[in-house]
């Protein structure tokens, strides 16, 4: 028998053996404070979105598959991991809902779940930069680049781009530190 919680899928847009999950809006909920359920599907999200044409779901779709509680759809989509969290979509989206807070938010629930990561390079991105910000306070560059292309085994594709960026004082070689360190590393504690 289906529970009124997790059911077999019974959507035609779901894939074989995915389960819908009417607990996956609440746990989006919990993380971010987004109601996915004010979404009506206008479109404006993705409509002005920089990044949907490179997604395997557009945002709006996001947003339907989360009400309709296709969590693994979402959480496994490239989509999640694409999003520039550039905010577009939050100032046109006449719900006043923040996709990128969701977006965010399905980030967080995908590592947590074990979930297979189909950008695995931007998760490592994420790490290095939030690892960055717990020792200085804030990014610094040629160290977050250096190791991240090291973890990503990726050590050539952006050498001359950042050359010219060092040349022109862009990167420096001595990183610095904020004021309110302890302040910062306690944001992570949290
Ligand atoms: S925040 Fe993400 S989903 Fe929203 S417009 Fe920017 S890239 Fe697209
Ligand atoms: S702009 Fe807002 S209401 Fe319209 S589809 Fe996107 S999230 Fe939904």
Redo the contacts with the bound molecule.
């Keep these: 028998m289906l529970t009124s919680e997790t059911k077999q899928d019974i959507s035609p847009l779901g894939s074989p053996g995915s389960k819908i999950d009417l607990t996956f809006k609440r746990r989006i909920a919990e993380i971010c404070g987004e109601n996915v359920m004010s979404c009506y599907q206008c479109g404006e ?1 993705t409509a ?5 044409f490179s997604m395997d779901i557009a ?1 709006n779709q996001v947003m339907r598959m989360a009400q309709l509680g296709m969590k693994d759809e979402v959480l496994e989509s490239s989509s999640i991991w694409l ?8 100032t046109r989206c006449p719900r006043g809902v923040a ?2 807070k969701v ?1 965010d938010a399905c980030r967080q629930l995908a590592v947590k779940e074990g979930k297979h990561i189909k950008q695995p390079n931007v998760l490592k991105f994420h790490k290095e930069f939030l690892r960055q910000v717990t020792w200085h306070g804030r990014a610094h560059e040629i160290g977050l680049m250096g190791i991240y292309k090291v973890r990503s085994r990726d050590l050539f594709s952006d050498v001359f781009s950042g050359i010219q960026m060092f040349l022109k004082g862009k990167l420096g070689l001595i990183p610095s530190r904020v004021k309110g360190l302890a302040e910062v590393r306690g944001l992570f504690k949290k």
């Design positions: 999200c002005g979105c920089p990044a949907a945002p999003c520039a969290g550039c905010e577009t979509c939050a996709l990128s977006m």
